[in-house]
């Protein structure tokens, strides 16, 4: 078992599977209608960038897409010490009757989720709400199961997911640290 970062998905495949995912919200949604992207700060924002981008390119519409930070909304707020940074949550239309598409880089435990659904319901009752993950670590602790995902990957005890956006980090690439993956 190595410690080196193991990189499953590359740039090309990123895109590739983005792409594929755009297509998938598209599907279970039957079109454009309704359709609201809310990326979690701060990878998911990105991700739903680009899921509107590619939306966008196909439909030739501009999907809603708005941002949500879920730390005060933490079951381990507590934990995260004594001056949290929170960043912005901006939903540009009202929720109500709409389709929203929650979009995180990776799903684990299911508390983010959680976090973000208790804050979605801070702001209006949307008619669905669907969770679309660019990866999916598996080990959860609450039942929460994405609608959508890009890549599905194994990562054993003491192993972390790292996803590399360009806008944050010049460079767009998933890698499994520590633990090893079998994807």
Do not use: C
């Not at 740039?11 to 209608?33: C, F, K, P, Q, Y």
């Amino acid at each position: 078992m190595s410690n080196a970062p193991s990189v499953v998905l590359n740039a090309r495949a990123v895109a590739r599977t983005i792409s594929r995912m755009a297509d998938e919200i598209l599907e279970l949604n039957d079109g454009t209608d309704r359709l609201v992207l809310v990326g979690i700060q701060r990878r998911g924002v990105q991700i739903a960038e680009r899921l509107a981008e590619v939306i966008r390119e196909r439909e030739g519409v501009e999907i809603a897409r708005g941002a949500l930070d879920i730390t005060l909304y933490r079951d381990d707020l507590q934990t995260v010490g004594p001056r949290p940074v929170v960043g912005k949550t901006v939903l540009p239309v009202p929720l109500d009757g709409k389709v929203v598409v929650i979009v995180d880089d990776v799903l684990y435990t299911g508390r983010t989720i959680r976090a973000a659904l208790d804050e979605l319901a801070d702001f209006g009752r949307p008619a669905r709400i669907m969770l679309a993950v660019l990866v999916d670590r598996g080990g959860r602790e609450l039942p929460i199961q994405p609608d959508v995902v890009g890549k599905q990957v194994e990562v054993r005890k003491g192993g972390r997911v790292d996803v590399f956006v360009p806008a944050l980090d010049g460079r767009d690439e998933v890698v499994v640290l520590g633990g090893g993956a079998d994807a």
